[in-house]
């Protein structure tokens, strides 16, 4: 059986029963046990969690920024206690037109206990990260968890792209310098392909 459905539904259509689905109160509404569109999209069933919504085009292609959205970005500077990083994919969409400023506090970086920031992240590097907080146009992210981290580094001494040689640990295959990072487990393969 399918994870996972997606088909376009109609104000009003029927979607399903509540025996079968919990709805969502945004997207459906609910008479005589039967669940309906309340508005136009693309309906998305997850079997599994048993939970069914409508999702318009607007949604999946908002640029505004909200709690929990997964974030892709660079890291522009390092402080003390904090990086700064410009990002331009939310949810795995990319921004050409619009990008958004983002800081990470070294007491949400890891779950584990960052001495140093350079111990995370250096300039340059390649992020996913999790928003956390909105702060006058700035976003407090985080990347504690296995999935959020660096996905691409380049050496800080040649340039040249770093390879993953342990837990949280990176070599440069051409000058052998060592460097250490916060990673994310798919460092370097990143499996999905930016939508533009
Ligand atoms: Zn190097």
Excluded: W
Excluded at 7 to 36: M, N, R
């Amino acid at each position: 059986m399918k994870d996972r459905e997606k088909d376009i539904i109609l104000t009003g259509e029927y979607v399903g029963v509540v025996e079968e689905f919990l709805p969502d109160k945004e997207s459906t509404y609910i008479k005589d046990g039967k669940i309906f569109a309340s508005k136009s999209g693309i309906i998305s069933k997850d079997l599994e969690k048993r939970k069914i919504e409508i999702k318009t085009h607007q949604e999946s292609d908002r640029k505004t920024v909200k709690i929990n959205d997964i974030v892709i970005g660079t890291i522009l500077f390092l402080r003390k206690y904090s990086v700064g990083l410009n990002f331009y994919t939310l949810n795995r969409k990319l921004h050409f037109n619009s990008f958004y400023f983002g800081n990470i506090h070294v007491s949400q970086i890891s779950n584990k206990y960052i001495e140093k920031i350079t111990d995370a992240f250096q300039k340059t590097d390649i992020i996913r990260a999790k928003v956390i907080k909105e702060q006058s146009n700035e976003y407090d992210l985080s990347t504690i968890g296995k999935d959020l981290g660096v996905i691409h580094s380049d050496c800080s001494i040649c340039g040249t792209e770093l390879d993953k040689i342990g837990y949280n640990k990176l070599r440069c295959p051409m000058c052998g310098n060592i460097e250490n990072r916060k990673l994310a487990n798919d460092y370097r393969q990143v499996s999905y392909t930016l939508r533009y």
